[in-house]
């Protein structure tokens, strides 16, 4: 059984930062692309960042040289470092994870249980 469980949410004021992380552990064979999404009051989720494997990255544009996304492989960790924080970045961050849980097993997509994340003006 797969998990991923993030932390690091909380209420920082604008302009503020934090530092969300998710690990995910259980029965893992190999982990391609991990991300950070989020989801507000009233609206659809959305994509934030994701990165590959290789390190390579795609950033929102509603983020962009505000967040950076990051990996450790071998703690098959992900992170999002976020900057300048502004209210309307208020919502639930949920990260997932696209791996496969053994050799000839399919890519299947994990969600974490989500952090909320709070910017106050």
């Known amino acids: 059984q797969v998990q991923l469980v993030e932390s690091g949410g909380g209420l920082v004021q604008a302009g503020g930062s934090l530092r969300l992380s998710c690990a995910a552990s259980g029965s893992i064979f190999s982990i391609n692309h991990m991300g950070w999404y989020r989801q507000a009051p009233g609206k659809q989720r959305e994509l934030v960042a994701t990165i590959t494997s290789g390190g390579s990255t795609n950033v929102a544009d509603s983020v962009k040289g505000r967040f950076t996304i990051s990996r450790d492989n071998v703690k098959n960790t992900v992170y999002l470092q976020m900057s300048s924080l502004k209210p309307e970045d208020t919502a639930v961050y949920y990260c997932?994870?696209?791996?496969?849980?053994?050799?000839?097993?399919?890519?299947?997509?994990?969600w974490g249980q989500g952090t909320q994340v709070t910017v106050s003006s």
């Open positions: 997932a994870a696209n791996l496969v849980v053994s050799d000839f097993a399919i890519p299947y997509d994990y």
